[in-house]
């Protein structure tokens, strides 16, 4: 495929956003990342895979909640619980977090995926144990017509506007993969 970065053997990566792209204080949905599918590449059976990375932080003194959305065209397709951080008074204490999910084609018309969101705990250079992360799997679907361009849209909403809380994007990416 001409055009697109080479990603690994056989995917090809379609879009990736480089910046720290942050929702500070908000208790409204931002988009942290919009990641673009060009009209009419998609085929049956191909499929995506969406990263995206980041961190958090409260420092508020009370406990925030954040809600992670996957969407493409105007459909969302996964979103998790409201994930409660406990405040931590140290700034540099962000909680990293990771989203995967990998979307196949049954038809060019119809969607599905599996996704899974990781947030770490709040302790700096230790490996928390699960209970003190925070882990959400999810499957969902979607009617979108790839004949037309389409986004995938990566969001977080804050449950509480405070100006000592936020997510913070570093990167994220869309990596196609064609059905032999």
């Known amino acids: 495929m001409s055009g697109f970065p080479q990603a690994g053997s056989s995917g090809?990566?379609?879009?990736?956003v480089h910046a720290d792209a942050g929702a500070p204080s908000l208790n409204t949905e931002q988009t942290l990342a919009t990641l673009a599918i060009p009209a009419g590449l998609i085929r049956v059976?191909?499929?995506?895979?969406?990263?995206a990375f980041g961190d958090t932080v409260n420092s508020s003194g009370s406990a925030v909640t954040y809600t992670w959305r996957l969407k493409i065209g105007?459909?969302?397709?996964?979103?998790?619980?409201?994930?409660?951080?406990?405040?931590?008074p140290d700034t540099n204490a962000r909680r990293k977090w990771k989203f995967?999910?990998?979307?196949?084609?049954?038809?060019?018309?119809?969607?599905?995926?599996?996704?899974?969101?990781?947030?770490t705990g709040a302790t700096l250079n230790t490996m928390d144990a699960v209970a003190t992360a925070l882990v959400a799997t999810g499957y969902g679907t979607?009617?979108?017509?790839?004949?037309?361009?389409?986004?995938v849209v990566f969001t977080c909403q804050l449950g509480t506007a405070v100006s000592s809380a936020d997510v913070v994007l570093h990167?994220?990416?869309?990596?196609y993969f064609r059905k032999p």
């Open 142 to 151: 979607a009617a979108e017509d790839t004949a037309a361009a389409l986004n």
């Open 74 to 88: 105007g459909t969302t397709m996964l979103a998790t619980p409201a994930f409660s951080h406990a405040s931590n």
């Open 45 to 51: 059976g191909d499929g995506l895979q969406v990263l």
């Open 100 to 119: 995967t999910a990998e979307l196949e084609f049954p038809t060019t018309a119809s969607e599905r995926v599996t996704g899974d969101l990781l947030t």
């Open 171 to 175: 990167g994220a990416s869309l990596v």
């Open 12 to 16: 090809v990566v379609l879009a990736e």
